[in-house]
T-cell receptor
Framework: DQQVKQNSPSLSVQEGRISILNCDYT??????FLWYKKYPAEGPTFLIS?????DKNEDGRFTVFLNKSAKHLSLHIVPSQPGDSAVYFC???????????FGKGTRLHILP | NAGVTQTPKFQVLKTGQSMTLQCAQD?????MYWYRQDPGMGLRLIYY???????DKGEVPNGYNVSRLNKREFSLRLESAAPSQTSVYFC???????????FGPGTRLTVL
């Protein structure tokens, strides 16, 4: 029973265009959401997060949008660069609990 | 400042053998975690330790034991390895519960 769902296993985007990665969650108690990026043979690295009291958080080329009523969040990367090719994991936690629940990941390919 | 380190990087075991995966962090973090990553399954929490002296089960604890040796170190032990434990294992740490987790580079384990 997946609580955090990333329904697109992979996504290909032209360099310079916008990449949009989507994530849905089922547990309305989640109040903190994170995106992690992972390159092959490396550990995941934290990218950006958002609290449920906000609907948008921006950090440079990366913006995360949260739609609580739809239980949906998205990560926008603008403009997409070759170094953005990686697997992106959406994650969520409740009450700033110890445990973070991860989605299965979306592999992003940035095409030249 | 090495962050989170894991040893070994690679290991091949035969069914029934035992081994311990080591993890250490130098960020003075209170919380530490062990995850496994399997193809198409994302990151699944095995065990975590919210603080020195405490450990709790995660989503997939069967077949594993952990020890929080001190604030810096958190080890994962496989007493009798099985082929189903073939995976990539990641250790992570966070300053406190609910804070961003920082991951090590991973240990790739194959059980024959």
């Amino acid at each position: 029973d997946q609580q955090v769902k990333q329904n697109s296993p992979s996504l290909s985007v032209q360099e310079g265009r916008i990449s949009i990665l989507n994530c849905d969650y089922t547990n309305s108690m989640f109040d903190y959401f994170l995106w992690y990026k992972k390159y092959p043979a490396e550990g995941p690295t934290f990218l950006i997060s958002i609290s449920s009291i906000k609907d948008k958080n921006e950090d440079g080329r990366f913006t995360v949008f949260l739609n609580k009523s739809a239980k949906h969040l998205s990560l926008h990367i603008v403009p997409s660069q070759p170094g953005d090719s990686a697997v992106y994991f959406c994650a969520a936690s409740m009450n700033r609990d110890d445990k973070i629940i991860f989605g299965k990941g979306t592999r992003l390919h940035i095409l030249p | 400042n090495a962050g989170v380190t894991q040893t070994p990087k690679f290991q091949v075991l035969k069914t029934g053998q035992s081994m311990t995966l080591q993890c250490a962090q130098d960020m003075n973090h209170n919380s530490m975690y062990w995850y496994r990553q399997d193809p198409g399954m994302g990151l699944r929490l095995i065990y975590y330790s919210a603080s020195e002296g405490t450990t709790d089960k995660g989503e997939v604890p069967n077949g594993y034991n952990v020890s929080r040796l001190n604030k810096r170190e958190f080890s994962l032990r496989l007493e009798s390895a099985a082929p189903s434990q073939t995976s990539v294992y990641f250790c992570a740490s966070s300053a406190d519960k609910g804070h961003t987790q920082y991951f090590g580079p991973g240990t790739r384990l194959t059980v024959l």
